[in-house]
């Protein structure tokens, strides 16, 4: 994966449709011999993160949730994306609406293995969890580019 196959997937799209980002990020080749020398190491977060490419309508980030380890619920804000799983097997967790003091509790979860994806909807609050001992890769794509994002405390968190 360069910068070219990111700007023949990414480049000509102008406010996507979730149809639309996800078949552009399907046309990527990814797996782990292509990423390998772009993954990043977790520094303030739990997971490591690194945005590949941008425009003023995508942002592609790679992700690496090391094993045994959990984002803190968040949202993206005004954005939708989807997350492609390259290794290892994410647990997507959904959360209900925050409570008054911004405390949520997981409603739902997902499980998403390699080869896969899941959509993260525009304000849905969610937390990415790694409870296997591979680190999970993925590729994550967003439209608009993220910003306005929030964290949120669960009930074990007060």
Known sequence: MNHESLERAFGSLRCPTPVELRKALESLTLSMDNIAAHIPEPESLPYGRKIMYTTPHVEVVLIHLPAQQESVPHNHGESFGWEWIISGTLTNIIFNSPFEDDRVQPTQASIV???????IAPGEIHSIRNNGEIPVI?????????RNSKQYQTEAHT
């Open 113 to 119: 293995t390699a080869g896969e994806c899941c959509y």
């Open 138 to 146: 993925s590729l994550n794509v967003y439209t608009p580019p993220l």
